[in-house]
C-alpha cells in the first residue's frame, strides 16, 4: 500500500479456513503442479460451473494462452475482441499464431459491442473472445448468434466474472471456454493464478497435454495409459498444489464474497445517484438479465482532465483511485503494427478518459465507504450523505 494511502483500491483479507487449507497443502509433502488440491480445485469449478474440464493454471494469462494454443488457431487466424481489455488476450492471440481484431465497446456496459464486432468478421475470423468488464456481462445472445451464424468460437475473458451470471447462466460457461484470473486484485486470490474451464471435449483434451509439457502425463496417472511420452508441442501450465489449495478455500465462501461487495457495491450506486441526475456522472449499468460478479465499481466523468483532479482530490483524502485499460489500439505495439489511429473506436477511447476507479471489496468498512463517498460527492459540491 503507498505510504499516503489509508484506503487502497484493493485489499484482501484471508480467513481461519484459508490458513488451514494452506497448512494442509504444506502437511501433504508435495506442492508440485496437478496434485490433489488441484484436482480438488477443478472438481470444484466443474461442480460450480457445470462445465466438462476445469484446468488450474499459474496465471490468468496462462488460462488465456492455454485457450488460444488448445482451440486452435491457424496461422493468421483473426480473432475479434474488445480494445478495451487488458493486453493478456491480444497477446495470447498473437502467441497461437492468430491475429488480434480489435473492437469497440457499448457505451452502456463497456463490454463487447455485437455490432462493432460483427462489422469486422471476415473470412479469416475463427473466433471471437469477450470480456465481462468488472464482473458484468452484456450481449451475451447477440454474440452467441453471431457466432453461430458464420461458424465461429464465442470465448470468454472471465477475469471479471467468477460468481456473475446471465440469463441464469454462470459467467464463463457461454462461450466454449473461458479464461479466470486469481490476480491478488480478483474476487477470489491467488496472489497469481488462473483457470481455463471448457465444455469441449476435444479443446480440453488438447489443453490436456499442452498443459503437461506437451505430454499425455495425466493419461498415465489416470491409468488410461502404461506410460507417458510427448505427444505435442507444449508447455507447463500447472499450478501449484499450495495455491491451489488457497483458491479452494476461498472458492467454497465465493456467495458471501460475491454479497459483500454487492453490498458495497449498492451503496455507491444509491450515494451518487444524485450525481448522475445532475450530470456530474455516469454511473455503470448491470442489463436486467445479469446478475454481477460485483468485481469493480468505477464512475465515468466528463473526461481526462475532471478525472485527473477527482482522483488527485481522492488521493489527497488518503483514498487510492484509478483508471483503468488503455485502448489496446492505440498503444505503441498495436500503431506500429497495425497503423491504427485515434478516432477509429470512440466508445473505447472515451471510457480510457474518463473512468475511475473506486475501493470494493468485503472488508471495505462503513466509514472508509463513507469516506469515499464523502470525497467523490465533496469534489462535485454536493454535501456528505
Known amino acids: ?53 476445469a484446468f488450474p493454471v499459474p496465471s490468468g494469462t496462462h488460462a488465456l494462452e492455454l485457450l488460444f494454443r488448445a482451440l486452435p488457431l491457424d496461422p493468421g487466424g483473426e480473432v475479434i475482441l474488445p480494445s478495451f481489455t487488458f493486453v493478456s488476450a491480444a497477446n495470447a492471440i498473437l502467441m497461437a499464431g492468430g491475429t488480434p481484431v480489435f473492437a469497440d465497446v457499448d457505451p452502456a456496459t463497456l463490454n463487447l459491442d455485437p455490432d462493432s464486432a460483427a462489422a469486422r468478421v471476415t473470412d479469416r475470423t475463427r473466433a471471437i473472445i469477450t470480456g465481462h468488464y468488472a464482473g458484468v456481462a452484456a450481449g451475451l445472445e447477440r454474440l452467441e448468434s453471431l457466432t453461430q451464424a458464420h461458424g465461429l468460437a464465442l470465448l470468454e475473458d472471465a477475469a471479471h466474472a467468477l460468481g456473475g451470471r446471465y440469463a441464469d447462466r454462470p459467467l464463463g460457461t457461454w462461450g466454449r471456454a473461458a479464461a479466470f484470473s486469481f490476480h491478488g486484485t480478483k474476487n477470489i486470490v491467488a496472489g497469481e493464478g488462473g483457470m481455463l474451464v471448457t465444455r469441449d471435449g476435444p479443446l480440453a483434451d488438447r489443453a490436456e497435454i499442452i498443459r503437461e509439457k506437451g505430454t499425455d502425463r495425466r493419461r498415465f496417472l489416470r491409468g488410461d495409459v502404461d506410460k507417458y511420452t510427448w505427444q505435442a508441442v507444449g508447455s507447463s501450465y500447472l499450478m501449484s498444489d499450495l495455491l491451489a489449495a488457497l483458491v479452494a478455500s476461498q472458492w467454497r465462501r465465493l456467495d458471501a464474497i460475491r454479497a459483500a461487495r454487492h453490498q458495497r457495491w449498492e451503496r455507491y450506486m444509491e450515494a451518487f445517484a444524485p450525481l448522475e441526475r445532475q450530470g456530474c456522472l455516469t454511473l455503470p449499468v448491470v442489463p436486467t438479465v445479469c446478475q454481477p460478479a460485483f468485481h469493480i465499481f468505477y464512475l465515468r466523468v466528463e473526461g481526462v482532465a475532471t478525472r485527473q483532479r477527482l482522483q488527485a482530490g481522492l488521493r489527497a483524502r488518503g483514498i487510492e483511485a484509478s483508471p483503468h485499460f488503455a485502448p489496446l489500439h492505440l498503444s505503441p505495439y498495436a500503431r506500429a503494427r497495425w497503423h491504427l489511429g485515434p478516432g477509429s473506436l470512440p466508445v473505447t477511447e472515451q471510457a480510457a478518459e474518463s473512468l475511475l476507479r473506486l475501493p470494493l ?25
Not at 9 to 36: C, E, I, K, M, Q
Not at 361 to 385: C, H, K, M, N, W
Open 1 to 53: 500500500m503507498p505510504p499516503d494511502v489509508a484506503i487502497p483500491l484493493h485489499r484482501v483479507d484471508f480467513d481461519a479456513s484459508d490458513r488451514a487449507a494452506l497448512a494442509a497443502a504444506l502437511d501433504s509433502g508435495l506442492l508440485t503442479g496437478d496434485g490433489g488440491f488441484n484436482r480438488s480445485l477443478a472438481a470444484l469449478a466443474c461442480e460450480a460451473l457445470g462445465c466438462a474440464a
Open 361 to 385: 471489496y468485503p472488508t471495505l468498512t462503513t466509514a472508509e465507504q463513507d469516506a469515499v463517498i464523502t470525497g467523490v460527492r465533496s469534489f462535485f459540491g454536493l454535501g456528505a450523505l
